[in-house]
C-alpha cells in the first residue's frame, strides 16, 4: 500500500515568506507527528496529532510555526515570516496508535530559505 | 521529561566485525525505546522496538537491542558487520505519559570498512 507522502520534496523560499508543507499520511492512522531535522543533528519533535486535536504542540520552536490535521488525513506545516535557521529536512511520520507504535516516515521536505 | 544520549556521532568498523552502537536514555517511567536506521538517500524505517514484553528485542537485518533497566541502555549490536549497514542510526525513547513526544537522539553514522 501507499507510504507516507510529503510534498513539495523542495521548497526554496526567500526570507520573510510563508511557507506551507503538506504530510499525507497513511490510510487508517490516528497518530502523526511532524519533525525537523536539520544538518548533522537528529531528528526534533515539533508536533504530535491523534485524530485532528493536537494534544502535544510543545517542539513548535515559535509562534511563526503552525499545524492543523483535517479529516483525520492530511496535515499542514506552515511557516509564517521564514527565517534562515528555518532551513531543515521537514519529516512526516504516521502511526496506527500512541507512543509505543512504529512511525512510519514520509521521505521529508528540504526546505531551503535564501 | 525523556532524553536520549547517542554516544559516538561517528562509529567504523570492518566488514565482519562486531558492530555496538550505544544508546543510553532517561525516562521517569517506563519507556518505549526504538532503534531507526537511515540507508543513504533513504527515509527512516524501523530497525526493532522495546515496549516491555521482553528485554531482548531482534529487529530486521540481524540487529538486536537488549534493554538494560539497571544501566538504562539500549545499545544496538549486529554479530558481524556488512557493507550493507553502512546508514545513520537513531535511538528513541516515548512515553505514555507527560506528553506524546517522540525524543531522538541525535544518531550515529556506522562505516563499514571493507
Known amino acids: 500500500g501507499a507510504g507516507v507522502s510529503q510534498s513539495p520534496s523542495n521548497k526554496v523560499t526567500e526570507k520573510g515568506k510563508d511557507v506551507e508543507l503538506r504530510c499525507d499520511p497513511i490510510?487508517?492512522?490516528?497518530?502523526l507527528y511532524w519533525y525537523r531535522q536539520s544538518l548533522g543533528q537528529g531528528l526534533e519533535f515539533l508536533i504530535y496529532?491523534?485524530?485532528?486535536?493536537?494534544?502535544?504542540k510543545s517542539g513548535l520552536p515559535s509562534d511563526r510555526f503552525s499545524a492543523e490535521r483535517t479529516g483525520g488525513s492530511v496535515s499542514t506545516l506552515t511557516i509564517q515570516r521564514t527565517q534562515q535557521e528555518d532551513s531543515a529536512v521537514y519529516l512526516c511520520?504516521?502511526?496506527?496508535?500512541?507512543?509505543?507504535?512504529?512511525?512510519?516516515f514520509g521521505p521529508g521536505t528540504r526546505l531551503t530559505v535564501t | 521529561a525523556q532524553s536520549v544520549t547517542q554516544l559516538g556521532s561517528h562509529v567504523s568498523v570492518s566488514e565482519g566485525a562486531l558492530v555496538l552502537l550505544r544508546c543510553n536514555y532517561s525516562?521517569?517511567?517506563?519507556?518505549?525505546l526504538f532503534w531507526y536506521v537511515q540507508y543513504p538517500n533513504q527515509g527512516l524505517q524501523l530497525l526493532l522496538k522495546?515496549?516491555?514484553?521482553?528485554?531482548l528485542v531482534k529487529g530486521i537485518n540481524g540487529f538486536e537491542a537488549e534493554f538494560k533497566k539497571s544501566e538504562t541502555s539500549f545499545h544496538l549490536t549486529k554479530p558481524s558487520a556488512h557493507m550493507s549497514d553502512a546508514a545513520e542510526y537513531f535511538c528513541?525513547?516515548?512515553?505514555?505519559?507527560?506528553?506524546?513526544?517522540?525524543?531522538f537522539g541525535a544518531g550515529t553514522r556506522l562505516f563499514v570498512k571493507a
Open positions: 511520520a504516521s502511526s496506527s496508535s500512541g507512543p509505543g507504535s512504529e512511525q512510519y
Open positions: 490510510s487508517g492512522h490516528t497518530a
Open positions: 496529532f491523534q485524530g485532528n486535536s493536537a494534544p502535544d
Open positions: 525516562s521517569s517511567v517506563p519507556p518505549y
Open positions: 522495546y515496549t516491555s514484553a521482553a528485554t
Open positions: 528513541a525513547v516515548s512515553t505514555n505519559t507527560g506528553g506524546f513526544k517522540t525524543i
